[in-house]
Every structure is written in structure tokens, then in C-alpha cells.
């Protein structure tokens, strides 16, 4: 639990790593409507999907549970506004979000993208999320909003001339170190909002189910220093699927919401998060 005042506060469901595929179907209701419930019953801002929302490509059949698994997510949505971010480019595969853009719920579900502010704004009727537009300066938002995907090479290095592995993954640590750079200087201009970040992805000092430990520099992991150069006051983390904290950030991973795969013993669940 992070806390900026006493003055006003702001309530969040932050959960990751859903993974929702057929066969997996009650797991994931039972994950997603538990939260439901416990945001209706103590009241909720905003419900935070921090990646790999599905298992992989999925067919728009009844086998698949399609339909059902959008329904689960309206209900979030019907509490408080959605927002979500791409996982891994294999479970949320290219373009398969948008879907729940088009649902119709009371409040809004919103995918966020790479390098974007995002306001969370409200009125007597309903909440929603949208991009923050300096020309529609009519309504102040409540938060600030970023959301960065797990970091892919097609769209980090499109114009970074990279050759060879190894330059490959410098360049796009360097890329995503800039990215998080841009966002603090967004995040400067909104020192009164609080600002919460979605992030997908490996962090240098985070830990496996199976104690596999994520170190500096390995593969395409952030480092605690680029997490913490965007100012957010919470940074909603999913890949890792074992529950824990960033050192001493308020960065966190709240696992997956089943045991998905081996070595997974933690008690599935979500964070709950009041800023």
C-alpha cells in the first residue's frame, strides 16, 4: 500500500498473468469474479490487467469460450474502468486486444500504448480512461496512466540498424531505458496526479516460482533504475508469475491468477492497491 495524502485516495485491482484459455475457463472465472465482488463490496477506481490477458491465439467459437472470457471482463468493467497492456507477443498475440475495446460496459476498457499519457476521468455517471490531450484541457483527469508492453524488437528497433544479437538486445535496452526517460518527463508535468505504471515484462532482482532469479543485463530485463525514473507511484508488473515486490520500488508482480505452470505453489490472487 502506497499513500500520498489524506486528503483524497484512489483504489486499484492490479492483476496480471490471466492466461485465459478453454480448459482453464473456471480458474480464470473464479480468479476474475472474486475480484469482481471484493471491488463492489470496498469500492474500486480502476482494475489494472498488467499483460498476457490470453494463452495464446484464440478462435471466436464456443469450444474456446470466447464470448465468456469477454463477459468476465465486461463485469470488471461494469465495476470500474479496465486498463491493459500487451504481454508476451506468443499469449497476446498481435492485435488480439482490441476486441475488448469494442465491449459495451458501463465503464471504459482501454488498451494503453507504448509512450502515451493516459488520464483517468469521471463524472456523476460512469468513469473512463482516455489519452490526455493538451487541446481538450476542459476536464482534469484523477491519475496519470503509462502502459509498456514486454519489450519486442520489431517495434524497439524499426530504425535502430541493429546487426547481431547481442547489439540487438543493447539497443533495445537502451530503447526502452529512453522510453522510460520520456515518461518521467511526462509524468514532471503532472506533479498533483498520482501516476501509475503498467509494465510486461522481466525486471533485474525479480524471482521465478522455481527461485530462477532475473539479473542485470540478461536477455531483455529493465533494471530497477528505469522503473523508477518514470515517478509512477505504483508500477503494476506482469510476466513473472511468483508474487513479490521490486526491492524497495513500489513496483509489483501479484503472480499469476492460477497456478499455471510447474513450480507455481503461491495463493493466486490480485493486488489491491490504495494510493
Same mark, same amino acid.
Given at each position: 500500500?502506497?499513500?500520498? #495524502?489524506?486528503?483524497?485516495?484512489?483504489?486499484?485491482?492490479?492483476?496480471?498473468?490471466?492466461?485465459?484459455?478453454?480448459?482453464?475457463?473456471?480458474?480464470?472465472?473464479?480468479?476474475?469474479?472474486? $475480484?469482481?465482488?471484493?471491488?463492489?463490496?470496498?469500492?474500486?477506481?480502476?482494475?489494472?490487467?498488467?499483460?498476457?490477458?490470453?494463452?495464446?491465439?484464440?478462435?471466436?467459437?464456443?469450444?474456446?469460450?470466447?464470448?465468456?472470457?469477454?463477459?468476465?471482463?465486461?463485469?470488471?468493467?461494469?465495476?470500474?474502468?479496465?486498463?491493459?497492456?500487451?504481454?508476451?507477443?506468443?499469449?497476446?498475440?498481435? #492485435?488480439?486486444?482490441?476486441?475488448?475495446?469494442?465491449?459495451?460496459?458501463?465503464?471504459?476498457?482501454?488498451?494503453?500504448?507504448?509512450?502515451?499519457?493516459?488520464?483517468?476521468?469521471?463524472?456523476?455517471?460512469?468513469?473512463?480512461?482516455?489519452?490526455?490531450?493538451?487541446?481538450?484541457?476542459?476536464?482534469?483527469?484523477?491519475?496519470?496512466?503509462?502502459? %509498456?508492453?514486454?519489450?519486442?524488437?520489431?517495434?524497439?528497433?524499426?530504425?535502430?540498424?541493429?546487426?547481431?544479437?547481442?547489439?540487438?538486445?543493447? =539497443?533495445?535496452?537502451?530503447?526502452?531505458?529512453?522510453?522510460?526517460?520520456?515518461? #518521467?518527463?511526462?509524468?514532471?508535468? +503532472?506533479?498533483?496526479?498520482?501516476? %501509475?505504471?503498467?509494465? +510486461?515484462?522481466?525486471? =533485474?532482482?525479480?524471482?521465478?516460482?522455481?527461485?530462477?532469479?532475473?539479473?542485470?543485463?540478461?536477455?531483455?530485463?529493465?533494471?530497477?533504475?528505469?522503473?523508477?525514473?518514470?515517478? $509512477?507511484?505504483?508500477?503494476?508488473?506482469?510476466?513473472? +508469475?511468483?508474487?513479490?515486490?521490486?526491492?524497495?520500488?513500489? =513496483?509489483?508482480?501479484?503472480?499469476?491468477?492460477?497456478?499455471?505452470?510447474? #513450480?507455481?505453489?503461491?495463493?493466486?490472487?490480485?493486488?489491491?492497491?490504495?494510493?
Amino acid at each position: 500500500r502506497t499513500t500520498r #495524502g489524506r486528503d483524497c485516495s484512489m483504489r486499484i485491482y492490479h492483476l496480471a498473468d490471466i492466461h485465459a484459455r478453454h480448459d482453464r475457463y473456471d480458474e480464470v472465472a473464479t480468479s476474475l469474479r472474486t $475480484a469482481r465482488d471484493d471491488a463492489r463490496k470496498n469500492g474500486a477506481d480502476l482494475f489494472v490487467l498488467a499483460g498476457d490477458t490470453w494463452d495464446g491465439p484464440v478462435q471466436n467459437t464456443a469450444g474456446a469460450r470466447f464470448a465468456d472470457f469477454l463477459s468476465l471482463v465486461r463485469e470488471l468493467a461494469d465495476v470500474a474502468p479496465v486498463v491493459m497492456i500487451y504481454g508476451t507477443p506468443t499469449h497476446d498475440t498481435e #492485435g488480439s486486444l482490441e476486441v475488448f475495446e469494442q465491449i459495451q460496459a458501463r465503464n471504459s476498457i482501454t488498451i494503453l500504448r507504448p509512450g502515451k499519457a493516459y488520464g483517468l476521468y469521471c463524472d456523476s455517471n460512469r468513469a473512463w480512461v482516455s489519452a490526455i490531450d493538451r487541446d481538450k484541457g476542459y476536464m482534469t483527469p484523477e491519475a496519470l496512466l503509462f502502459g %509498456v508492453p514486454e519489450p519486442n524488437k520489431k517495434w524497439l528497433l524499426a530504425n535502430a540498424g541493429a546487426t547481431g544479437k547481442d547489439e540487438a538486445d543493447e =539497443a533495445v535496452r537502451i530503447a526502452m531505458r529512453n522510453l522510460f526517460l520520456g515518461l #518521467g518527463g511526462i509524468r514532471k508535468n +503532472h506533479p498533483g496526479l498520482p501516476c %501509475v505504471l503498467l509494465y +510486461h515484462g522481466q525486471v =533485474a532482482g525479480a524471482r521465478s516460482a522455481t527461485g530462477f532469479g532475473v539479473e542485470r543485463g540478461t536477455g531483455l530485463a529493465v533494471t530497477r533504475d528505469d522503473l523508477e525514473a518514470v515517478g $509512477a507511484d505504483y508500477i503494476a508488473l506482469g510476466d513473472i +508469475h511468483e508474487p513479490q515486490q521490486i526491492g524497495d520500488l513500489p =513496483a509489483y508482480y501479484p503472480g499469476s491468477v492460477y497456478p499455471k505452470d510447474f #513450480g507455481e505453489t503461491h495463493q493466486a490472487g490480485c493486488n489491491v492497491v490504495e494510493i
